[in-house]
């Protein structure tokens, strides 16, 4: 949404460009005149224009992916020539002159006899001016043109030239309604926006030049405004407080800012970016899984292949991943690669070293740990969540990154690519196929119309008992009579905390409605460690065959430890549903639901 939003503010500011301004005169002609004869049918044609525009990216922009490294170099070519438009703005003026020209006799003869409008006409001049507009705007439209060429034909590119093609037409109907005002504004605003443009120009060709010799082959992805999946999660870091997020919290965010870059590049042929040196995995408090729990170094994992993976074991997303990982470590260990987790703790019982041990065990990892507890390989790694990949080569450097579930294939295939770069003779051929059960099981995304809910009063929303929580302090919680999809609450005797709410007391609930095949909730213990009875139902009766792994048919259950718990999972249609939990005793801590 974001870059979309940025996208449409593109538009708008590209007629600030001095290029533009040859242009304006074909729309303030138009402001004397009724607008619906008139001024909307020009909006329309240049409307019009810009869906060709974004179609024609859309759907044939693959081919320079297809080109391989040629169609590499024609992007810095094209992103070379948005750079220099920038930096001499006049040059831009004089390869648009003949256009504009176009344009000023379609302008004459968009009007009849003695001044009459002609509908048609002015929806003929819209389409010219739409065509005048594009390369006048070059700069800022290249470069989501470009991104599209690198990134093949998506949906997502097609949206940001709609939504640039809407910012462009809203200020030309600006123009429209005010006529000599705008003109005469634009051109004072261009004094301080020539730097900026001038700046950008420079920034743009150093990057390109960058490129060309090698220096950074990941310039080109971060310049691109279609893979501003950077700036998006900046963006977003600052409006949400710089927490690190959890892969089903964002998967969306997340596909932004990594796999759709490092997809494009295996697209490209079989030079995979280099992404920098890997940075250290010091640290950690605690190894684990270890030789004597000696920490592993850059050092000596030198001449290894790497994959480092950020996770946590109460995130469903991370063990939802987790038996293609270890099948990874398993089928590629003995070619050269070496499987590195990184726990880093979201809920403080995470960051309990028994727990941790217990959680190995439990999931069979036998592949070396890093307890990091204090966040010191995750910040070094700037990582901002769970799971995160990131595949490092026999020289220690990051070739490919990948946030969230999904895409193991792809992953997979990088593997194999750098095993084979690193020189091993023989790598295993084909895909790993896994048949994964339980919480472990593939999720069924398409069903899923729930989000990550969290219990604790520091991230809950759509809670919706009466009264609101309070804060820290034991309260007694009543629900509503009805509860819209995604709407939660507590009912009972409930002291909620930053991280959870406990039940102070027994027969206390959490309601929730829900669509999705799986409901899974992080639970845990009272402080003596002593196990909570519950019981689970769903629409008012015993799951049946849709209890989860950790429920019984009659929707009994126990908290036995703190970890992730699955409590439904449907068998037949999956549809919106009232999901109930009662604990038949006191103590129960509950952390947060999770769908799947």
Sequence with gaps: MLLILLAYLGGVLTIVSPC??????????RAHQ????????????????????????????????????????????????FGVTLLWPGLAERL??????????????????????????????GVATGLLWAPCAGPILGLILTGAALQGASLSTTLLLVAYAAGAATSMAAALLLGGRVFAAMKRALGAGEWVRRALGAAMLAGVGAI?????????????????????????????????????????????????MASTALANGPALPDEGLAPPL????????????????????RGKVVLVDFWTYSCINCLRTLPYVKAWAQKYGPQGLVVV????????????????????????IEYPVAVDNQYAIWRAFNNRYWPAHYFIDAQGRVRHHHFGEGDEAQSERVIQQLLREAGASQVAQGLTE????????????AQVRSPETYVGYERAQHFASSPRAVHDQPASYSLPGELPLNGWGLAGNWRVGPESAVSDAKSARIVYRFQARDLHLVLGPGPDGKPVRFKVLIDGQAPGDSHGTDVAPDGSGRVTSQRLYQLV????????????IEFLDPGAAAYAFTFG
């Design 341 to 364: 987790g990184v726990h880093a703790p979201e809920f403080a019982f995470e960051r309990d070293l028994g727990n941790v041990k217990k959680a190995l065990g439990d999931l069979g």
């Design 434 to 445: 896994v048949s994964a059960t339980g919480v472990q099981q593939e999720a069924d995304m």
């Design 569 to 580: 999972r449907q068998s037949g249609e999956v549809r919106e549903h009232s999901f109930s």
């Design 96 to 125: 648009t002159r003949p256009l504009v020209g176009l344009g000023a006799r379609l302008s004459e003869s968009s009007q009849g006899e003695q001044g009459q409008v002609r509908p048609g006409a002015s929806l003929l001049l």
């Design 212 to 260: 060309a010799l090698g220096l950074d082959t990941g310039v080109l992805a971060q310049v691109s405004t279609a893979s501003t999946g950077g700036l998006e999660q900046r963006l977003v870091d600052k409006l949400a407080g710089e927490r690190p997020v959890d892969a089903a919290q964002g998967g969306a965010m997340m596909a932004a800012g990594g796999a759709m």
């Design 282 to 301: 010091a640290g950690a408090t605690e190894w684990l899984n270890t030789a004597d729990g000696k920490p592993l170094t850059a050092e000596s994992l």
């Design 34 to 81: 009724p607008f619906v004869r008139s001024g909307l049918p020009l909006l329309v044609g240049m409307g019009l224009t810009f869906a060709l525009v974004a179609s024609l990216a859309a759907v044939g922009g693959g081919w320079v992916v297809a080109a391989n490294q040629y169609g590499r170099w024609v992007a810095l070519v094209l992103v070379a020539l």
């Design 20 to 29: 533009i301004l040859p242009v304006l005169p074909f729309v303030f002609s």
